[in-house]
């Protein structure tokens, strides 16, 4: 954390995000999204709730503010939504970093005993199900096929065999295997 109140943290999709104290209450944030870099070098800084204009522009690594619109729209982050924010993002994290733990592992891995007191069960289910989705879309899709990889279909016998060559669902010792002409395996 910086001189001036700025936190940076790291967002559940891997960006880094600031939370700015909130000017009536010190316990209370809200997050800004980084924006762009200004030619002078400052990082220029919007509120991530969405009609919000708030604004924010910072200078160096340590994030020390040189000038903030601070005039917010909405109500800020309650210490119980930053924490579940921050609990989401990094159970998502190594949830996909790591494989063999099971998702309720990782989780409980991260609890803290602040967080059992505050986070209700419906909130873990959530964050359980991020986790199973972060996951999910961190592997390939099995019914897909690697790009560039045909899949070859191969017809049903009765679509390529004469009615005649087969006896009884097998093909007849007797009888010459036929083909039609359209048929092919490449």
């Given at each position: ?10 967002s ?30 400052e990082s ?9 204009t ?7 690594p340590?994030?020390?503010?040189t ?15 930053q ?5 989401s993002?990094?159970a ?11 998702p ?24 359980k ?10 592997q390939p ?7 560039g990889?045909?899949?070859?279909e ?9 009615p005649k ?16 002409s ?5």
């Open positions: 954390m910086s001189q001036n109140g700025a936190e940076a943290v790291i559940e999709r891997g960006c880094v995000m600031l939370q700015i104290p909130s000017p009536a209450d010190t316990e209370l944030k809200f997050k800004f999204k980084r924006c762009r870099v200004l030619a002078s070098g220029s800084w919007r509120c991530s709730t969405s009609g919000c708030a604004s924010v522009r910072t200078m160096g340590n994030y020390s503010i000038d903030i619109n601070n005039t917010h729209n909405h109500e800020p982050l309650t210490k119980i939504q924490e579940t924010q921050v609990l993002a990094s998502k994290r190594k949830a996909v970093e790591m494989l063999s733990e099971r309720s592992e990782v989780l409980r891995s991260l609890i803290t005993p602040n967080h059992v007191q505050t986070l209700e069960t419906n909130i873990l289910r959530n964050i199900k991020n986790m199973y989705n972060a996951r999910r879309k961190s899709s099995p019914s897909s096929s690697a790009p990889q045909r899949l070859l191969v017809p049903q016998r009765h679509d390529y065999l004469d060559v087969l006896r009884n669902g097998f093909l007849s010792p007797d009888q010459p295997h036929s083909f039609p359209n048929f092919s395996l490449a």
